[in-house]
């Protein structure tokens, strides 16, 4: 089975995400903090990541930049209540970054997700800086 790190502060949409994976067959493992995902992604493995951007007193792509320093190919979505991400795209361990806004349906997440896990196999792809949905 799958293994997600959801990184969000909210409770209830790391809940809500958490949530539709569990119903699509994916384990998952939630953080609170950039700290505390950053903190599990060292010490364990996962096929991919969910990254709110704006985490309280934390940049989202930054963790981001962290997790892909230590595994350059892991799947990563980038979710937020912004409708601007200009720039998210510019550094190196940005690249083929999947962006959703939320709110989402579930069927919008799991079409990011799998975005995400095909865009890092194929290494040859464009960036993918426009949202997913």
Known sequence: MP?????????????????????NQFDVVEAGTAPAGLQLFRDQTFDAVI????????????????????????????????????????????IRVVYLQKPFRPAELMRAVEAARSAVKNTRAAPLSACAG
């Open 51 to 94: 990254v709110d951007i704006y985490l309280d007193e934390a940049n989202g792509l930054d963790l981001v930049s962290g997790m892909r320093a230590l595994v350059p190919d892991v799947p990563v979505v980038a979710v937020s209540g912004m409708s601007a991400f200009d720039g998210a795209a510019m550094s190196e361990e940005l």
């Open 3 to 23: 293994r997600i790190l959801v990184v969000d502060d909210q409770k209830d949409v790391r809940a809500m995400i958490s949530m539709v994976l569990r119903v």
